[in-house]
C-alpha cells in the first residue's frame, strides 16, 4: 500500500460522486470517491488526509508525451529494483516521499529501468482512496 | 470497576456486545437474565418491567422469558439429547417445539445420545436448541462458540442466525471476534470499562479508518504464501476464500488467523447475472 499525507483543496460533487483533488507535495492527486461533502465529514477542503493506492495499480512510463486519460502523473526517481522472474518492484522517490511500484518484469525490462533515472508513476483516479490520519 | 450501562434495543435486533474480557459484557448477560443484581437498575422488555430497584420489583430468573447460552454448554450428563431439551419444558407446556427444534439444529439423528458421545459443535447446537425450548423472545449467548474451531463456529453462526429468523428473536450475544460480529448481527455496543464507548452497525464502527471504501469485507487469514516480490494471503470472508496480493509491507504483523479488512475501490468489481 503506497500512503501518501496531503491536504484536500479542491472538491467537485455530481449526485453521490466526488472528484477529490488533495495536494502532496505541491502536486495535486486526484480521487474519485463515492462519497459527498453531505455525506461525509472527512470530504472538506483544508482537511488533512491520506492518499492510498495499491502498488500493482502503479503503471510507470519514461518520455511519457502526447494524450492519456490517466489524472495523476507523478514525476519520480528510481531508487531500487527488485527482479523477479515474473513480477519486478520498482521503489521510488517522490520528493521525499516512497511510492512502490509493482509491474510485470517484462514491463520493467522492456522500459530499460535503472537506479537514479526520472520516471512518471501514473495512477487513476478511480484506484486511488482517501484515509484519515491514524 | 464500576458497570453503568444505559442501552435500548429494537425487536429482532442481532445485537452484539464487544470489548475486551473484563469490560463487562458477561455481567450485563447476568444481569438481563436475573442471575446478578445490580446496586440500582432498570429493565423493561415489550411493557413488562423485569427489574426496578427503585419500585424493589425483581422478577425471578424462571420468570424472564429468556434463554441463555454459555460457552461450556452445560447440559445434564446422565440424559439423552432429548431428555435434555424435554427437561427444559414449562409445566403444561406442549412437547411438540422439541422434535421442531431437534429438527431446526440438525439433531434428529443424535436425539437419542448422551453429550459425551457429541463433538463441541453438536454439544453448542443442543444448548441453543434447550434455551429455545420455552420459546422466549430474547436470546443471550456468551461466547458460545470461542473454544470450537473455525469451520465449527461459521456453521454454528448459520444456525444461530437460522434460529434468530424462524423464531423472530431478539438476540444479544457477547463476542470479540471481529469476523463473527460482522457476519450476525445488525447493531453493536462496544463495552470498555463498565461502559459503552460506541455504538452502531458493524461496518460503521470497524471501518472508521479507510473512509473512501465502499467495497471493504472482514475476515481471517488462512494461508499467507511468498510469491516473490509479492505475497499471496487467502482470506476467510463469510463461507468464501478470497486470494489477495500484498506486499512485504503490507503483511507485517499478520499470520494465519489474524483478523483483516479487505478493501477495494468500488470501481473495478465485475457484476454479472447468475442465473
Known sequence: MNVLQGEISEIKTEGSLSLVKVMVQNCVISSLVIDTPQSSDYLKTGHQINVVFKETEVILAKQLEGLISVQNKLNCIVEHIERGEVLSKISMDFHGLRIVSIITRNAADQLRIVEKENITALIKSTEVSLAPYD | ?275
Open chain 2, 1 to 275: 470497576m464500576n458497570l453503568n450501562l444505559d442501552f435500548q434495543i429494537r425487536e429482532k435486533d442481532f445485537v452484539t456486545l464487544y470489548g475486551p474480557s473484563g469490560s463487562g459484557k458477561t455481567t450485563t448477560l447476568r444481569i438481563l437474565s436475573g442471575l446478578t443484581q445490580p446496586d440500582t437498575g432498570f429493565i423493561k422488555v415489550n411493557n413488562e418491567i423485569w427489574l426496578d430497584t427503585e419500585k424493589k420489583i425483581n422478577l425471578s430468573v424462571q420468570k424472564r422469558k429468556l434463554g441463555y447460552v454459555f460457552q461450556d454448554y452445560a447440559l445434564f450428563p446422565n440424559m439423552s439429547i432429548k431428555e435434555n431439551l424435554t427437561f427444559a419444558l414449562e409445566k403444561g407446556q406442549k412437547k411438540n417445539i422439541i422434535d421442531e427444534l431437534l429438527e431446526t439444529m440438525e439433531l434428529v439423528q443424535l436425539k437419542h445420545l448422551k453429550p459425551e458421545k457429541l463433538s463441541g459443535g453438536q454439544k453448542q447446537r443442543v444448548a441453543i436448541a434447550r434455551a429455545l425450548v420455552r420459546q422466549p423472545k430474547l436470546l443471550l449467548l456468551d461466547e458460545p462458540f470461542s473454544s470450537l474451531d473455525i469451520e465449527m463456529r461459521l456453521k454454528l453462526q448459520d444456525f444461530i442466525l437460522r434460529a434468530h429468523r424462524l423464531y423472530r428473536l431478539t438476540t444479544i450475544l457477547v463476542s470479540h471476534d471481529i469476523s463473527e460480529v460482522y457476519k450476525v448481527s445488525n447493531k453493536m455496543f462496544v463495552i470498555e470499562n463498565g461502559t459503552i464507548t460506541k455504538q452502531g452497525d458493524p461496518p460503521s464502527i470497524f471501518s472508521s479508518s479507510l473512509t473512501s471504501r465502499k467495497f471493504q469485507f472482514v475476515g481471517e487469514i488462512v494461508k499467507i504464501e511468498n510469491e516473490n516480490i509479492v505475497y499471496i494471503v487467502s482470506v476467510l470472508i463469510g463461507n468464501n476464500i478470497a486470494k489477495i496480493i500484498a506486499t512485504d509491507q503490507e503483511i507485517q504483523g499478520l499470520q494465519v488467523g489474524s483478523k483483516v479488512l479487505v478493501a477495494s475501490k468500488a470501481f473495478n468489481p465485475i457484476l454479472r447475472k447468475i442465473e
